[in-house]
C-alpha cells in the first residue's frame, strides 16, 4: 500500500486502542482510523477508511478464489466493524478504470466510472456495465457472499449480453471441457468458490468462431470438438 504515517494511543481505564493513519506517496491516497475495545466481545472493533486514490491490486489476494486479475483504480469509503470472532465490511468502491479476469472463465473485462458496494457479508455488482477484450458489452449484476474474504458464495450472478466472449479455457484450466465461445447469452453464476455451478442460455455468434472440446474418452485424450 506504499508508505504510511501512523498515529496511535492506548488508553487504560477505557480498555482502547486507537489509531489514525494516511499515506504519505502517491501510489495510494487514502486517510483511515479506528478503535480496537480488547474487553469488548460484543463490538470490539469499528474502523473507517476514506480513499481518494486506491490501487485495487491490494485486495487481489482476497478475491483470489473469484479472479485470476483484479487491477485498477478507485476511490472509497469504507467501514470495518464487529469483533475478533466476525468482522464486517460496509461501504461502496467507486472504480474509475479496471480490469479483471474471471477464474472460472478466464474471461477479460474492462469497466469505468462504475460502482460496487459493501453490505454485511456481501459483495453487491448493481447491473456494472463491462466490455470485453473484443469490446463487446456485458452487463453484471448479483451479489457474492462471503466471512470477511473467506467461504465465497455467488448468489445468482448474472451476466447478459447481445454478444460476448463467454469462455476463453484450455486445457490447463480445465482437461474436461474447454475452448473459446463467444455469443449471445444469459450467464448466470452460483454455488461457492470450490462448487461453482455456470447456468448458460443463449446462442453462438453466427458471425464469430467459436469451439468448444469435449473429453469423452477413458483414456484422458481428447475425442470431441464442437463448433
Not at 501512523?6 to 489509531?19: A, H, N, P, Q, V
Not at 456494472?128 to 448468489?155: S, W
Not at 474436461?176 to 444469459?186: H, S, V
Not at 462448487?195 to 464469430?208: A, C, H, K, L, Q
Amino acid at each position: 500500500i506504499g508508505s504510511i504515517s501512523l498515529l496511535s494511543k492506548f488508553y487504560l481505564k477505557k480498555e482502547e486502542l486507537t489509531f489514525q493513519t494516511q499515506n504519505i506517496d502517491s501510489i495510494n491516497i487514502f486517510t483511515a482510523d479506528g478503535k480496537f475495545r480488547y474487553k469488548d466481545s460484543a463490538n470490539s472493533i469499528e474502523a473507517r477508511l476514506t480513499g481518494k486514490k486506491i490501487q485495487l491490486s491490494i485486495i487481489e489476494p482476497y478475491l483470489a478464489d473469484i479472479f485470476d486479475e483484479f487491477k485498477g483504480i478507485a476511490s472509497a469509503s469504507l467501514n470495518i466493524s464487529g469483533n475478533q470472532k466476525h468482522q464486517t465490511l460496509q461501504g461502496e468502491v467507486n472504480i474509475d478504470s479496471a480490469a479483471l479476469k474471471l477464474e472460472v472463465t478466464q474471461c477479460k473485462y474492462k469497466l469505468n466510472k462504475q460502482k460496487i458496494i459493501f453490505s454485511d457479508d456481501a459483495i453487491e455488482f448493481p447491473y456494472l456495465q463491462l466490455t470485453d477484450t473484443l469490446k463487446n458489452t456485458v452487463t453484471l449484476n448479483g451479489k457474492i457472499t462471503h466471512d470477511f474474504f473467506n467461504a465465497f458464495r455467488f448468489d445468482n450472478i448474472r451476466l447478459e449480453s447481445g454478444k460476448v466472449a463467454l469462455l476463453n479455457t484450455s486445457k490447463i484450466n480445465n482437461r474436461e471441457c474447454y475452448g473459446q465461445i463467444i455469443g449471445k447469452a444469459i450467464v448466470s453464476i452460483n454455488g461457492s468458490d470450490d462448487n461453482v455451478v455456470i447456468d448458460i442460455s443463449g446462442e453462438p455468434s453466427n458471425y464469430d468462431s467459436s469451439h468448444l472440446y469435449i473429453n469423452t474418452s477413458s483414456g484422458g485424450k481428447e475425442s470431441s470438438k464442437t463448433d
